[in-house]
């Protein structure tokens, strides 16, 4: 699966909706891709704190609205992005990294997902979040998460 980084300076909305015209632009995603992501999140928010640490959302949607998988490490470039938690979701979290995950199957999406959660648990994993470009962190997660013959293609939007 083909990975990237991102920089982004909109709020958690512009930042979906500007990915999803990026992603079907180039042929990751459907035309429904962008209306289903935000009503998910709306529904089904994503921000997670990990252990008092760092704050992250993992943004995805159904399997139907995707045509290739692949997945977006997204850094605010100045502060972060502000999503409702997955735990309590009338309240809202600053969040430090966007995995946004484009999945084309069920069963990987929840194989990769366990995965990339068993990597909150590592204290090394947690340091790259905190201090890193998502550069850094792509390539951190292409050394961790071998199994999943992950490729770091570079910065999708700077």
């Known amino acids: 699966m083909e990975i990237y980084s991102a920089h982004s300076n ?8 500007e990915l999803s015209v990026i992603l079907e632009n180039k042929g990751f995603v459907k035309d429904t891709y962008q ?9 089904h928010p994503t921000g997670l704190k ?7 959302a993992i943004p995805h949607t159904d399997v139907e609205h995707v045509l290739k998988p692949t997945m977006v490490v ?24 966007v995995f946004l995950l ?14 990339l959660t068993n990597l909150f648990q590592d204290a090394e994993f ?4 905190e201090s890193q470009t998502p550069e850094a962190i792509c390539r951190g997660l292409v050394d961790k998460l071998k199994q999943f013959d992950l490729t770091y293609q570079g910065e999708l939007i700077g």
């Open 74 to 97: 997204i850094k605010h470039s100045s502060g972060s992005f502000k999503f409702f938690r997955m735990d309590d979701p009338q309240v809202q979290i600053p969040v430090e990294v």
């Open 126 to 129: 947690i340091e790259l979040l």
């Open 50 to 56: 990990v252990e008092d640490l760092i704050n992250i």
């Open 10 to 17: 909109t709020d958690r909305e512009g930042l979906l909706r």
């Open 35 to 43: 209306a289903s992501i935000l009503q998910r999140e709306k529904m």
């Open 102 to 115: 484009v999945v084309k199957e069920s069963d990987g999406y929840v194989n990769f997902l366990a995965a």
